[in-house]
């Protein structure tokens, strides 16, 4: 199973990107899907997650800003980041979780995207 992250890059403060991921591999079904971000001497910050329910929960620093959306038929989440701040500059990792293979449960990492904010 493989996470394959897209739509990072520089952007001017209140400026917006997007991100992309899509799950590939043996996935029978996929439970949680979301991203987390990460900036060099930082814990790693849950930027918001959707549930295959629906159910959406974001980090307190992105919300009214940022939005995710899933789409299940094709195993991908996406991040819409409005109103790009320089304390949102770090290294954008999408996640997901479920079953695989022979009906095995797996956790998994894309490799990661930068955002960069200039002010």
């Known amino acids: 199973v493989q996470l394959q992250a897209s739509g990072g890059g520089l952007v001017e403060a209140g400026g917006s990107l997007r991100l992309s991921c899509t799950v590939s591999?043996?996935?029978?079904?996929?439970?949680?899907m979301g991203w987390y971000r990460q900036d060099p001497g930082k814990q790693r910050e849950l930027v918001a997650m959707?549930?295959?329910?629906?159910?959406?929960k974001y980090g307190d620093s992105v919300k009214g800003r940022f939005t995710i959306s899933r789409d299940n038929a094709k195993n991908s989440v996406d991040l819409q980041m409005n109103n790009l701040q320089p304390e949102d500059t770090a290294v954008y990792h999408c996640?997901?979780?479920?079953?695989?293979?022979?009906?095995?449960?797996?956790?998994?990492w894309g490799q990661g995207t930068q955002v960069t904010v200039s002010s």
């Open positions: 591999g043996s996935v029978l079904s996929l439970n949680d």
């Open positions: 959707v549930s295959s329910r629906g159910e959406i």
């Open positions: 996640s997901a979780d479920g079953d695989y293979s022979d009906s095995q449960y797996g956790f998994w």
